[in-house]
């Protein structure tokens, strides 16, 4: 089995910045690729942003550079810097691990993020 744990949630004015990060533990035996998703009240999760152990990144368009995505092999632990923070970006933000392909991916229990004046 496999954990995710995520952090660096909070509440953050306008313009603000913040840092997630996602600590992978357990059974880890391979990583396809490890992703940020968020959900806002009232709307379906979305694909933020997705990282590959080679340093490839994807993006979702909304993020408009904003964001930045990355990974430490080593510790097994994914973070997401958020820049330039807009109150449309206030949700609760999950980690997603996929070992392979074929295997159903993992899931953090989320950090709330919310940006407020």
């Known amino acids: 089995q496999v954990q995710l744990v995520e952090s660096g949630g909070g509440l953050v004015q306008p313009g603000g910045s913040l840092r997630l990060s996602c600590a992978a533990s357990?059974?880890?035996?391979?990583?396809?690729?490890m992703s940020w998703y968020r959900q806002a009240p009232g709307k379906q999760r979305e694909l933020v942003a997705t990282v590959n152990p080679g340093h490839i990144t994807n993006y979702a368009n909304f993020v408009g550079g904003r964001f930045t995505i990355s990974i430490d092999n080593s510790k097994h632990t994914l973070f997401l810097q958020m820049n330039n923070l807009k109150p449309e970006d206030t949700a609760v933000y999950y980690c997603?691990?996929?070992?392979?392909?074929?295997?159903?991916?993992?899931w953090g229990q989320g950090t709330q993020v919310t940006v407020s004046s």
């Open positions: 357990g059974r880890i035996s391979s990583i396809f690729d």
């Open positions: 997603n691990l996929r070992p392979n392909l074929r295997t159903r991916p993992y």
